[in-house]
């Protein structure tokens, strides 16, 4: 999903965390070998799955970011008792008795998560996890794979240990 260790690495665990927690078998490729701190290839994930008779694989990747903006006014509204006889104007004039505009930037980030069948390398499963407006890196990844996990269950595909 990402090339930065960090990022990538605090993805997997909090997946493989919520689905160890629901009672799957699972690990997270960061996890592997601790002393390695970059991150595994396509093929080592390949030779990994073969060499220890893995039966899944699960695949995050950054799928959409979308962003807008608008400006609103507060829903405060402020009479200026001095200029009542420009009552009309006040309807004409839309920067008149507005008691403050604010930017508002909302980001709709779309993350899609595979799985993968370890045996024939078939893909078997797709979800879509979405969040508007994160505060934080944490309570995306937060929110979005407990998304990812319950989908996960739900599909049918994951048995339990």
Do not use: C
């Not at 009479?79 to 909302?106: A, G």
């Not at 899609?112 to 508007?132: P, Q, R």
């Not at 990844?141 to 319950?150: C, F, L, Q, R, Y």
Request: glycine share 4%.
């Amino acid at each position: 999903m990402t090339n930065e260790f960090e990022a990538r690495s605090m993805w997997e665990q909090e997946l493989s965390f919520l689905l160890r927690d629901k009672g799957y078998s699972m690990f997270s490729s960061v996890n592997v070998d601790k002393e390695k701190k970059d991150l595994f290839t396509k093929e080592e994930i390949l030779a990994l799955v073969e060499e220890k008779n893995i039966g899944g694989v699960i695949t995050m990747r950054l799928k959409d970011i979308q962003t807008k903006e608008r400006y609103a006014t507060s829903d405060r509204y402020i009479s200026d008792m001095s200029n009542r006889h420009n009552y009309f104007f006040n309807y004409v004039d839309t920067y008149y008795n507005v008691y403050s505009w604010s930017y508002q930037p909302e980001q709709t980030i779309v993350i899609e998560a595979n799985l993968f069948d370890g045996s024939n390398k078939s893909l078997i499963f797709t979800v879509d996890a979405t969040m508007t407006n994160a505060e934080t890196p944490e309570e995306r990844v937060g929110e979005m794979t407990k998304s990812i996990a319950k989908a996960m269950e739900k599909s049918g595909f994951l048995t339990k240990k």
